[in-house]
């Protein structure tokens, strides 16, 4: 299995809500990633989680909070978004940090 | 610090062409680098990889060599195909391990 599964794949949300975005993987990946990726842009790092430690926060605001509740899984908790948050979400995983990282198709948020 | 530079795009082929998509790079190290490619509505795949100087990396008809001497990590195929059309993301891993830093990508369009 080398699949990197994302839910849900699409999201729309006030900026009022909370909302979670799962991400799942079964391939024994011990690092994490969230990203952000704007239309016709490369996405940008926002969190690593190292053996399910958060390593790497890339001065993401508040409203963005992750979690990686073990090593398959990691969610990121949304709350009180703004509208230029809208974006794709990816997650990634990869065995070490350093190595080649898998990713998942997205989730697609839109906020209003 | 570590940094990835792409030609700009679009770049527009018909179906058969040759198709070279340029890269170079900034890194302290000894970075490993990558192509990724991101096909409409997806996340991002790995298309190949190197991980050393004169390494080349294959995958599909495409490949790259990594160029220490010019710090080049230049895509190529031989004839491209329409399925080929997509936006493909040159990128390294820093020797730290901590992050991959993506170039902007370029969009590729193949016609028939």
């Known amino acids: 299995d080398t699949e990197v599964t994302q839910t849900p794949k699409h999201l729309v949300m006030g900026m009022t809500n909370k909302k979670s975005l799962k991400c799942e993987q079964h391939m024994g990946h011990r690092a994490m990633y969230w990203y952000k990726q704007k239309a016709k842009k490369p996405p940008e790092l926002m969190f690593v989680y190292s053996y399910e430690k958060l390593s790497i926060n890339e001065s993401v605001p508040s409203r963005f909070s992750p979690e990686c509740p073990n090593s398959s899984l990691l969610n990121l908790h949304l709350h009180a978004l703004q509208p230029e948050d809208s974006a794709l979400y990816l997650c990634?995983?990869?065995?070490?940090?350093?190595?080649?990282?898998?990713f998942g198709p997205g989730t697609r948020l839109l906020v209003l | 610090g570590d940094s990835v530079t792409q030609m700009e795009g679009p770049v527009t082929l018909s179906e058969e062409a040759f198709l070279t998509i340029n890269c170079t790079y900034t890194?302290?190290?000894?970075?490993?680098l990558f192509w990724y490619v991101q096909y409409p509505g997806e996340g991002l795949q790995l298309l190949l990889k190197?991980?050393?100087?004169?390494d080349k990396g294959s995958n599909k008809g495409f490949e790259a060599t990594y160029r220490k001497e010019t710090t080049s990590f230049h895509l190529e195929k031989g004839s491209v195909q329409v399925s080929d059309s997509a936006v493909y993301f040159c990128?390294?891993?820093?020797?730290?391990?901590?992050?991959?830093?993506f170039g902007a990508g370029t969009r590729l369009f193949v016609k028939a």
């Open positions: 990128a390294l891993s820093d020797p730290g391990g901590f992050k991959t830093i």
């Open positions: 190197a991980t050393k100087a004169d």
């Open positions: 990634a995983s990869s065995q070490e940090r350093k190595e080649t990282q898998y």
């Open positions: 890194a302290t190290g000894y970075p490993s």
